[in-house]
């Protein structure tokens, strides 16, 4: 994708494309992945930029709320942010921390409990923690 037509896709989805949140959404959505903000923050200061660490997280944010990714929480202490945002499972591997996607119809739902009462349901997501053989 180039600069404008990031620029583009940030605006479709109601975000100012400030020159910060460009640089930010040139990294991340260049390719299918999963990153933590920590590791998007490796990348960018990898390319040279200067963005700080605050503008970041702001940004993963507010590209969250705006449905530009996916925020994944694996645990309190890990949430990642996907690239892809439409509907898919996913694996964990729990040693390595690597998150992969899982296409939405390898997984089937035999059964959902009933929902509690006035809510409907949003979506289900799965993840399959894995770990190397012994
Ligand atoms: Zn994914």
Redesign the pocket.
């Known amino acids: 994708m180039s600069r404008s037509e990031i620029a583009a896709k940030l605006r479709e989805h109601g975000v100012l494309p400030t020159p910060q949140r460009l640089e930010v959404a040139e990294v991340l959505l260049d390719r299918?992945q999963?990153l933590s903000a920590e590791q998007l923050l490796e990348k960018l200061r990898a390319n040279g930029s200067r963005v700080s660490k605050a503008t970041v997280y702001n940004t993963l944010n507010l590209f969250g709320e705006r449905g530009l990714v996916?925020e994944?929480t694996i645990d309190p202490s890990r949430k990642f942010y996907?690239s892809?945002t439409h509907a898919?499972h996913?694996f964990f591997h729990v040693e390595t921390g690597r998150?992969?996607?899982i296409p939405h119809e390898q997984i089937e739902i035999m059964g959902l409990p009933e929902l509690p009462a006035g809510t409907e349901q949003e979506s289900v997501e799965v993840l399959i923690r894995i770990r190397d053989k012994q």
């Open positions: 299918p999963h996916r994944l996907d892809t898919h996913h998150l992969s996607d």
